[in-house]
T-cell receptor
Framework: DTGVSQDPRHKITKRGQNVTFRCDPI?????LYWYRQTLGQGPEFLTY????????KSRLLSDRFSAERPKGSFSTLEIQRTEQGDSAMYLC??????FGTGQLSSYNEQFFGPGTRLTVL | DAKTTQPPSMDCAEGRAANLPCNHS???????VYWYRQIHSQGPQYIIH???NNETNEMASLIITEDRKSSTLILPHATLRDTAVYYC???????????????FGTGTLLAVQP
């Protein structure tokens, strides 16, 4: 399977603990996104990387959240001192701005992973 | 990005066409209409997109009105596996380093009935 993968799929933690999630994008994709989704709502944008550079962060990404993409491949999202309000599905997506010929993608379709469901007790 | 309005839920009989409407009355000339769907407990999946012409692919058809203020996603022969939340999103396509993030609303829950 060459799609986007996320690990773990489920995480239960106690309030105040730190958690880290991993996302492995489609291998040739240079863009990676993190979204958060709470029950009954659509996904909300958190942050975006182009290669290893973090180019945009949402105001939703408080200082307890940090994301990295150290070599422009996989990414990690860490939440420190978790709170019950952090309980949500965390989704990763990747996309490419290039076709195989080096031409810019005309629509930059985002491919989503299955998500990591976080429950903070 | 412009906001969209979708009905919260719709039903459709299996084998019939499902027509999902979306209003985007404030859409700008350079904004595309995108549709994604999210099956329960999975990540969203791209379906189709268009600017002003009608579009068709193996999954669905997209009909955009001439004034571009609304659109309809058509699933020609709905199956039980099409039961999902369908999101209509309008966005500008940005080149270079700009984000191209997706801004989701609450979507339409399509329930395909046997």
């Amino acid at each position: 399977d060459t799609g986007v993968s996320q690990d773990p799929r489920h995480k239960i933690t106690k309030r105040g603990q730190n958690v880290t999630f991993r996302c492995d994008p489609i291998s040739e994709h240079n863009r990676l996104y993190w979204y958060r989704q709470t029950l009954g709502q659509g996904p909300e944008f958190l942050t975006y990387f182009q290669n290893e550079a973090q180019l945009e962060k949402s105001r939703l990404l408080s200082d307890r959240f940090s994301a990295e993409r150290p070599k422009g491949s996989f990414s990690t999202l860490e939440i420190q001192r978790t709170e019950q309000g952090d309980s949500a599905m965390y989704l990763c997506a990747s996309s490419s701005t290039f076709f195989g010929t080096g031409q810019l993608s005309s629509y930059n379709e985002q491919f989503f992973g299955p998500g990591t469901r976080l429950t903070v007790l | 990005d412009a906001k969209t309005t979708q009905p919260p839920s719709m039903d459709c009989a299996e084998g019939r066409a499902a027509n999902l409407p979306c209003n985007h009355s404030t859409i700008s000339g350079n904004e595309y209409v995108y549709w994604y769907r999210q099956i329960h407990s999975q990540g969203p999946q791209y379906i189709i997109h268009g600017l002003k012409n009608n579009e068709t692919n193996e999954m669905a058809s997209l009909i955009i009105t001439e004034d571009r203020k609304s659109s309809t996603l058509i699933l020609p022969h709905a199956t039980l596996r099409d039961t999902a939340v369908y999101y209509c999103i309008v966005r500008v396509l940005n080149y270079g380093g700009a984000t191209n993030k997706l801004i989701f609303g609450t979507g339409t829950l399509l329930a395909v009935q046997p």
